[in-house]
Each structure stands twice: as C-alpha cells, then as structure tokens.
C-alpha cells in the first residue's frame, strides 16, 4: 500500500511573522519548520504503517515549498517515512489555494503513476495561513472521497472510518480507498524522532521535482496567474496597555466589575 | 444589481444568525438570494426568516438524494445552481457561505468546480469601486489585517460569525425549488452515524456576545467560571490544556484548531495566552484576563487585567454583578 503525506513548511508561529512587499508571506527571513499539525497526519500514516506490516506500506513525505522547505520533508523522513519528494520551482512562489492545490495534485498524480497511491493524508490546516481548505481541493481535483478533519481513525482493508467534529455534530464517516484522509490534533500525539530515526533519515531517497517534471505550466500558478489577489496587509496597531490591578481581598472582583459596568456589560 | 448567492446556515430547526449577517453584506454587492439546501417541508419557515433580512429569493435544494453523504453533493448542488443562475441573469456577484468546518469544505470544492477564486474567513467584506468584493481577513492570530478580491471566476468568499450586525430589511422572499442531479462520484463519502451535540442550555461558543473561558488554571474546577458565564447570560469556553486535561469537550475549545471567536467581551481565566489560543480569541472587542501570574502573556491583550486567584476573584464578581442587578 502506498501511502503520500503532506508536509508544509510554516514560518514559526512563535516568531514575528510578516509580509513581504508583494503581500506573500516572508518564508526565508523567518525561521521555518514543518506546520506541527501535520506532524499529525505523519503519525498517522506511520501508525497504519505499524499496525498493518502484511500490506507493505510505503509512506512518501511530499512538500510544495521554497528550497527551505526540504527541512519539513526531512522531519518527516526522521520520524519515519520511507521517502520524500520536494516540488520547488521559482514559478510556484505567491500561488494561492487554487495553485496550491493544483500543483499538488499534480505531483500526487505523478506519483501514482508510478504506483497507484491509495491513501494521502494531510494536516486538518496548516499553521500559518489556516485556510483547512487545500485537502478537499485535492479530493476534488483527484476525484477521490474525501474524509476530512478526523479525530480517530479506523482503517479494514480498504474501508477507512473516522470521527469528525463538526459545528453541530460528532460523525462517523466511511469511504473507500482510495481516498484524501485530514487528521486533527486531537488524532493522537505525534511522535518525536528517534536519535536512529535522525541518522536512519540521511540515507532515505529524496526527489526533486520542478513543475515541468509533473507537468503544469508555469503561468498556471503563482502570484500572477492566482486567483486572488492581496490588496493590502496591515499591521494590527499594538493593543493600549490596559488597566491591570492587583487582587488584594476582593478588590481586584470589585474593579472588573466597575470596568465590566463602565463599558455597559453589566 | 446581480444576484449574490448566500448559502443559508439552518440548525436544529432554526436559521442561524450567520444567515442574517452574510445577507447584510450581500447587501453591498447586490441583490441577496438564499439559498436553503434541507427539505423541503423546513423551506416556508426558512423563507419567512430570511426575507426580514432583505431575501429577495430563496431557492430551495431539496436534500433528501443528498443527505448522508459529506460535502461533495452539496458542493455539486451549488455549482449547478451558480451556474443556472448566471446564465439566465448574466453573472453572479459573488457567493457568500458562513465559515464553519463542513461549509468550508464546501466553499473549497465549489471553487475548483466553478475555477473561481475562494477567500476564507473574510470579517468583512465591502463593494470594491469597479464592482467587485473587497474581503477582510484577521490573519496571523490576529496581527494582521489583509484586503483582497477575487480576481477570477465568481468570488466565493467564507465569513466568519460575528462579521456584521444584521440589518433587517424587507425582500420578497420568494420560494422556487430548484432541481439538482447529483453524481455517484459525489457520494463516495458516507455519514454512517450521527451524534448531534447536546445542547448546554448556553449561548453557543461562535455567536455568543460574551464568552467567558477557563484553562489549566482552573485546575479542573469550572464552576466559578461557569457561574460567571450564566450571570452575564455567557458562552463558556476553555483552552486546549483544559481540553486535552478532559475537563471539556473539544466542541468548547478557542484557538487554532478549536473554535474562532469575535465576541464583544472575552473574559480568560487561569488562561496563559498562548500564541494558538491568542489565534483564536484575539479578534474580540474587550477582553479582560483572570491570572495569578502578573507576567502571563494573556495580559499583553487585555483591556483590564486582574492578577489573582480567579477561585476567588470569580465568585466575588459573580455576587457583585448579582448585587447591581440588584
Ligand atoms: C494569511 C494568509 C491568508 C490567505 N488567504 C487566502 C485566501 O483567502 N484564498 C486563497 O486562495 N489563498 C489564500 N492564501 C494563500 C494560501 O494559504 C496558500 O496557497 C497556501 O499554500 C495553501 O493554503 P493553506 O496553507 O491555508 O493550506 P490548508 O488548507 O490549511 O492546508 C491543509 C493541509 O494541506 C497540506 N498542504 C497545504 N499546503 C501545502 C504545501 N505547500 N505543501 C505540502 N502540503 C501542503 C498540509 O498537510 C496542510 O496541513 C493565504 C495565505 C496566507 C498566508
Ligand atoms: C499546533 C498547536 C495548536 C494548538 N491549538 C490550540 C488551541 O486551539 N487552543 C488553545 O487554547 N491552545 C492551543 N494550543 C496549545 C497552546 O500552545 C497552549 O499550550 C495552551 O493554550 C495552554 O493552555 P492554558 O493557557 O490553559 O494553560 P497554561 O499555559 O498552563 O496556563 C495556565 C495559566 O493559568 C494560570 N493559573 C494557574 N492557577 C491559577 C489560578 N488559581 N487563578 C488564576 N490563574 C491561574 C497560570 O498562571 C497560567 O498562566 C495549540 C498548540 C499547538 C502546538
């Protein structure tokens, strides 16, 4: 069984993320690692790995980034994917969802040619930009089943059911590979790489693919040929410093609530 | 004026005020059309709420083919819509959908469906001088504040609850079935169980105007915070600590990969202010912070701050606020 990945390179949440003048995200200036909440969906793929040793299971990393985003592949390969594959081309830079998830596909479908792949697995959203959009896009582009946003994951043969929490409900969804599969953080934490797994890592494959190698054309995607367009990105101005009182018996309940009046809460 | 499609958020018997939102900002585009995918018997209720808020139709896509499967029918269901409607009046301005986890899959197909750009999570959205949608979106927890537009296809835009206040107005609010073929290829992912949430008897998180929120702090303990919350008529909300410590359920989680709030007060409790949980609180109108430790990152948003035991500075709020009320 072949199983495909997705890893996205993120910049650090803890650090002062920022635009660029064209309004694209700052990906080089800004320390970057793989979106922790695809480390979910690595661990995913690694537990069926694991729990299903007769079917064979190759698990393939594969992240859609600037030469930098290797370090997310490579995370993944220390963790314990078998191989990983980075799409980089100069073209891709500034693409929005629909580019995102078109080059995607497209390198999924050039892996499947290869061997059919019957699982992809992704994060429930990246950390950076959040849209949770980009796995369906991918089941609808390769015309698979989509069963997103699990919190528990049952695999049979080919059937996969999970868990989903939704607005107004829990689920359980089934489909049948193959299919796009988005795991949260609630799915089970994810594991750390070994000191085997980091040494192991530096000898699995690695390919590089530009957007010719899976066939899309450069004016496809990018900032120019997007969807959308960012017209202007603002800085939040910094908060005024509120009040902060000291509780001192009782007097800090007396002021929020003189503040909670004041502003006609209560 | 061109139509705008507003694809309407109907729970538990009830249009969600969502609704009435994405229909004052259709508004600004064009003319508003609700779309009600449901059954039909739901249809005249659905149409009598949606009118007030300047409906001028309402078309109603019968569920009963597509009930069962997740998202993709329905996705089909509004493309074939879209693409009737444009056709016999020339273009659509644009398609509103509330943002929440299934209709955001929604969006997400319809796009590639229609090769029309999608903008999530917009906060507003605004007539652009050519006639275009002008999206806002709060990005980066927060810290950011984007404007962008659809620059292909029809916009299909998410908004987020709590974007506008509804503005009633009077549409004519007329029913017309509209008839969908839906693909096998589209029921390929099945719901095999339901759970619906029990009902807290609260304000639900996402539309509450006052959430009151409680995390590890709280040691487990949520009744101080739950006290506070039903004497302000409040949501009650929790961090992910709090969540993964199973004190909640997840369905109570602000933040990243919880629920996205934009109430008019926030109150955090034994909350430290993470950057994750920031992301998904940080566009409130006041937020007000209960914390032991005065160095606790929460208190860098706060309108007012108070540094205590929120086990005692909870219920003597809680008692204060009863006595003004008197
Ligand atoms: C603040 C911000 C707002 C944006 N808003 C919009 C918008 O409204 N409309 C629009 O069209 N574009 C928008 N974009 C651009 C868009 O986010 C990018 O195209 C991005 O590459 C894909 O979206 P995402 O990160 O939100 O993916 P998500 O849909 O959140 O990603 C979910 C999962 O898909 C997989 N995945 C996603 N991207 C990659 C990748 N490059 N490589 C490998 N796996 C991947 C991961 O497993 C990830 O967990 C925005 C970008 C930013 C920074
Ligand atoms: C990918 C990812 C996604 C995440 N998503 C989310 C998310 O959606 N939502 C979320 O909340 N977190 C999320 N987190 C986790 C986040 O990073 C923090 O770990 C979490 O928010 C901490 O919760 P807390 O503030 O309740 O706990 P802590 O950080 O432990 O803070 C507890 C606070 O309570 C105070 N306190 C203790 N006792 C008292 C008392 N008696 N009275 C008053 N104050 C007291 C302490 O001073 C402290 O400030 C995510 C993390 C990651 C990596």
């Known amino acids: 069984m072949n199983i495909v990945v997705l890893v996205k390179y993120v910049p650090d949440a803890t650090a002062d993320r920022r635009f660029e003048q064209d309004f694209t995200v700052d990906r080089v200036e800004i320390d970057g690692l793989l979106s922790e909440l695809d480390e979910y969906a690595v661990e995913q793929a690694l537990q069926l790995k694991e729990k299903r040793p007769d079917d064979e299971i190759e698990v393939t990393a594969l992240t859609v980034g600037p030469e930098k985003a290797l370090d997310a592949v490579r995370k993944a390969l220390q963790m314990g994917a078998d191989k990983g594959v980075h799409v980089v081309d100069d073209a891709i830079a500034g693409s929005d969802y629909l580019g995102t998830s078109l080059v995607l596909a497209k390198a999924i479908e050039k892996l499947g040619a290869e061997k059919p792949v019957d699982l992809v697995i992704t994060g429930m959203a990246s950390t950076d930009a959040s849209g949770s959009v980009v796995p369906v896009m991918l089941a609808e582009r390769l015309n698979l089943p989509q069963v997103t946003l699990a919190s528990v994951v049952e695999t049979q043969g080919d059937q996969v059911r999970i868990k989903r929490d939704t607005d107004a409900a829990t689920e359980v969804v089934g489909a049948t590979m193959p299919l796009v599969l988005s795991v949260t953080d609630q799915s089970g934490e994810a594991r750390y790489p070994s000191f085997k797994g980091i040494m192991a890592a530096k000898k699995k494959p690695l390919e590089t693919l530009s957007l010719s190698d899976i066939g899309v054309d450069a004016g496809q995607v990018g900032l120019e040929a997007a969807y959308t367009a960012v017209e202007d990105a603002t800085a939040r101005p910094p908060r005024t410093a509120g009040e902060i009182v000291k509780d001192e018996d009782g007097s800090g309940a007396q002021a929020l609530g003189d503040f909670l009046a004041s502003k006609k809460f209560i | ?326």
């Open chain 2, 1 to 326: 004026m061109s139509e705008v499609l507003v694809l309407v958020d109907f729970q538990n018997g009830v249009v969600k005020k969502p609704t009435f939102e994405l229909l004052t900002l259709a508004k600004r585009l064009g003319t508003p059309s609700a779309v009600f995918i449901g059954g039909s018997g739901d249809a005249a209720g659905v149409a009598e709420s949606v009118k007030k808020y300047g409906a001028e139709k309402v078309y109603v896509i019968d569920d009963a083919q597509i009930k069962g499967y997740l998202v993709a029918p329905k996705a089909e269901a509004l493309q074939q819509l879209a693409e009737k409607v444009s056709a016999d009046s020339g273009g659509l301005a644009a398609i509103l959908i509330p943002s929440g986890a299934e209709t955001k899959e929604i969006a997400a197909r319809l796009a590639v469906k229609l090769d029309s750009g999608l903008i999530t999570d917009a906060v507003d959205i605004a007539a652009a001088d050519d006639g275009g949608a002008v999206a806002t979106q709060s990005v980066f927890a927060g810290n950011y504040t984007l404007t962008g537009k659809v620059t292909k296809g029809t916009p299909i835009i998410t908004v987020k609850p709590n974007s506008a206040a509804p503005e009633q107005a009077d549409g004519a609010g007329t029913v017309e079935e509209f008839a969908v073929t839906v693909s096998d290829a589209a029921k390929t992912a099945q719901i095999v169980a339901t759970q619906p949430r029990q009902a807290t008897g609260r304000p639900e998180l996402t539309e509450a105007a006052i959430i009151v929120s409680g995390g590890r702090g709280t040691g487990g303990d949520f009744s101080a915070v739950e006290a506070l919350a039903d004497e302000l008529g409040a949501a009650v909300g929790a961090s992910r600590a709090a969540v993964d410590s199973g004190w909640k359920p997840h369905s109570f989680q602000v933040g990243q990969t919880g629920k996205t709030v934009s109430p008019q007060l926030y109150v955090a409790n034994g909350i430290s202010g993470a950057i994750q949980h920031r992301a998904g609180m940080q566009t409130s109108k006041t937020i007000v912070a209960v914390n032991k430790d005065e160095e606790a990152p929460i208190f860098e948003l706060v309108d007012f701050g108070v540094v205590g035991d929120l086990h005692t500075v909870l219920p003597a709020l809680t008692e204060a606020i009863k006595q003004r009320k008197g």
